[in-house]
C-alpha cells in the first residue's frame, strides 16, 4: 500500500485545530496553509539536486539546487487551500488547474475545466486536493494525467478515507499518497468520519454557516 501519513506533532497538533467546527473561515485558511507547508517539507524529500557554485559574501562554494522544480496540479476548489503553501515553498514549480466536482447525491465526480503545463509529462506531478473520500474526483483527475502521457504523480491531500486509498491503490499502484490523517470511514452522506466537513465550503464559506 503506497500511503504514508506524515507523522509529525506539529501537524497533529494543528491538524487538531483545523478540524474543530468552531473554526472560522479565516482560522481554517491560515492553519491549512501552515500544514500544507510543513507537508511540503516530507512530501518533497526525495527531489533530485544538482551541484552548483555560488560566491557567499565570504568564499566560493560548492553548494546544490534543486535539479527540476515539480509540476503543481491543483484540484479546484478545495485545492486552492493546498496550492498556495507549495506555491509558496515551490515559486517556479508551474501549475495545472482540474476542475471536478462531485455529485453530492450520486457521489460521482464531473469534470467541468483542465489546462495542464506541458512540463507535467517530464517533471514529478504534485497533485493537490485537501479531501480523499470516494476517490471519484482523484481518479478522475488521475485518468486525466494518464490519458495525456504523465507519468510520475504523487497525491498530497490533508484528510483520507480508507475507501479512497483503496481505490487509488487498486487503480494506480505507483502512485504514492501523501496524507496528514487517515480517517475511520465514510458516512452514508460521502462524507469523511470524523473529518473536518465540506473542504471547500470552509475555505471559501460557501456553507450554510452564518459567522466566518
Ligand atoms: C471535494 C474535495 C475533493 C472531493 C473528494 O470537492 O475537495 O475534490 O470532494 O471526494 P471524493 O473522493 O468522494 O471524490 P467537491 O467536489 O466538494 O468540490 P469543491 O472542491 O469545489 O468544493
Ligand atoms: N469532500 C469534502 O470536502 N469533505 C468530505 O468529507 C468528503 C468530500
Redesign the pocket.
Known sequence: MQIKVIDHPLIKHKMAFLRDERRSMPEFRKLLHEIGLLMAFDVTRDLKLAETVIQTPVAVTKAEKLEKHPVLVN?????IGMLNPFMEILPKSRVGFLG???DEET?E?HSYYNKIPMQALDNKVLLL??????????LSALDFLKSKGVTNVTFVCLVAAPE?VKAINAAYPDVTIYTAALDEKLNEK?YIVPGLG????RIFGTGEDENL
Do not use: E, Q
Open positions: 484540484i479546484l476548489r478545495a485545492g471536478m466536482n462531485r457521489l465526480a486536493d485537501p479531501m480523499l473520500a470516494t476517490g471519484g474526483s482523484a479512497g460521502g465540506d473542504a471547500g465550503d
